[in-house]
């Protein structure tokens, strides 16, 4: 006797295609600035190792600071929120310029 079943779950269809990446766009008042990245506070939760672009406009002259890094930590809860941690991969030379004073200004 034998018996045979379609697999209907999806486990064993093709892997998915299309682009792992998290854009944000994020009020600069709201950043913690670090010589390598950024800290920022997040109503829900971002995968650790997460790829994220982010676009935010300068405190200091209002000039825009865009990069792509990875989520290096997220902690915290639904209820108070989400503090993550990110780590810039790829960030324009004059992005990291501004990056740079921004971390070593009093209001980091």
């Not at 994220?52 to 809860?77: F, I």
């Not at 790829?90 to 310029?97: L, N």
Request: charged share 20%.
């Amino acid at each position: 006797m034998t018996t045979s079943k379609l697999d209907k779950s999806g486990v064993l269809g093709p892997a998915p295609t299309g682009s792992n990446e998290t854009r944000l766009v994020l009020p600069a008042d709201r950043v913690a600035f670090r010589s390598n990245g950024i800290e920022f506070l997040s109503s829900r939760p971002v995968d650790q190792w997460k790829e994220v672009t982010v676009e935010l406009l300068s405190p200091v002259d209002n000039r825009p600071l865009q990069g792509t890094g990875v989520v290096v930590d997220c902690t915290g809860n639904r209820h108070t929120g989400y503090v993550v941690s990110l780590m810039f991969l790829s960030i324009a030379p004059d992005s990291r310029r501004r990056l740079q004073e921004l971390s070593q200004s009093p209001m980091a």
